[in-house]
């Protein structure tokens, strides 16, 4: 194997030369004004080290990788009673698209597109207050990270909130199929949350742990959801995790991963390592772009793509 940090190193280097970077989410106000210019990469390992290049240490908005989040903690409390309510295939189609809604029922493809993630947030939300929710997911996340100072960005949230006209007409969609038991508001509410807590590259990996190790966190020693369930949120992160260029991404990096708006991916290489990093500028499809190409180069120069062996 490659010395890794000093093909982080390189990576880092190489992508900061970069011209085209991507184009920033501006469709969110305060995403909007993130400098397409920040790069950070951070590794850790199953004997937990921790390796970070860049700008591994800055927050910024993890925005859908909080899908995988509220996803495991669904499944912790529904079981597997939340596939009737959601599918498990790829979507096809841009993440907040609403065309399969109709034609399949208000059932959603999978739990990363949007809609898929607000019916997540109306599992979550059950019988609790909104904020209890919204503080139930940031106590994971803050658990599997081992780090208590992980917080929301109520500012983004708000700008959600205010801007996001599209989820409210897949809330609404779904609800008018009779899968959304809660009010839209309250559910969009607990969605745009947990769409704006905030995170380094560093606490990100530190919180993907788990996704490596069978669903174990290395940081309490609890099991945090079974190692069979753990294997079918890694599957569905390699099926569904980048939307429709989800098989494009399995085709250049070949590891399980979830990407969000913010410039942000969280791939694991199972047994091996949890890996984030944060480029704010997205392609065509709403995925860090200079991520996906840094990814591409871990992945190669690692050997650890889950399709490598002979």
């Given at each position: 194997m490659t010395a890794l940090q000093p093909l982080i190193d390189s990576i880092v280097s190489d992508m900061r030369k970069m011209e085209d970077k991507g184009r920033v989410a501006d469709y969110i106000p305060p995403l909007a004004q993130v400098s397409p210019d920040k790069f950070g990469l951070?590794?850790?390992?199953?004997?937990?080290?921790v390796?970070?290049?860049?700008?591994?240490?800055?927050?910024?908005?993890?925005?859908?990788?909080?899908?995988?989040?509220?996803?495991?903690l669904a499944l912790g409390t529904a079981g597997d009673q939340l596939w009737r309510r959601v599918s498990k295939e790829p979507s096809g189609s841009p993440f907040n698209s609403i065309v399969q809604l109709e034609n399949e029922q208000g059932v959603p493809r999978n739990p990363f597109i949007n809609a898929g993630a607000i019916v997540v947030s109306d599992m979550i939300l059950a019988r609790h207050e909104p904020r209890e929710a919204i503080g139930q997911v940031l106590r994971l996340?803050?658990?599997?990270?081992?780090?208590?100072?992980?917080?929301?960005?109520?500012?983004?949230?708000?700008?959600?909130?205010?801007?996001?006209f599209r989820n409210q007409a897949l809330a609404n969609y779904t609800k008018a199929f009779g899968n959304l038991h809660n009010d839209v508001d309250r559910v969009l509410?607990?969605?745009?949350?947990?769409?704006?807590?905030?995170?380094s590259c560093r606490q990100l990996a530190l919180a993907g742990r788990y996704l490596m190790l069978g669903g174990r966190n290395p940081e309490t020693g609890r099991?945090?959801?079974s190692a069979h369930r753990t294997r079918r949120i890694n599957a569905l992160m390699m099926t569904c995790?980048?939307?429709d260029n989800s098989g494009e991404f399995a085709f250049r990096v070949g590891l399980p991963g979830k990407s969000g708006v913010g410039g942000g991916i969280l791939v694991v290489a199972p047994g091996v390592a949890s890996i984030a990093v944060w480029a704010p500028g997205l392609n065509a499809q709403g995925n860090s772009l200079l991520g996906s190409l840094a990814l591409e180069r871990l992945a190669a120069g690692a050997g650890w793509s889950v399709f490598e062996g002979g």
């Open positions: 951070a590794v850790v390992l199953a004997d937990g080290q390796l970070t290049g860049g700008d591994a240490e800055e927050p910024f908005s993890i925005q859908s990788i909080s899908k995988v989040f509220t996803l495991t996340v803050r658990d599997l990270a081992g780090d208590d100072t992980i917080a929301i960005d109520e500012h983004v949230a708000r700008a959600e909130l205010e801007t996001g509410g607990v969605y745009s949350h947990c769409c704006s807590i905030t995170m099991q945090v959801l995790g980048h939307y």
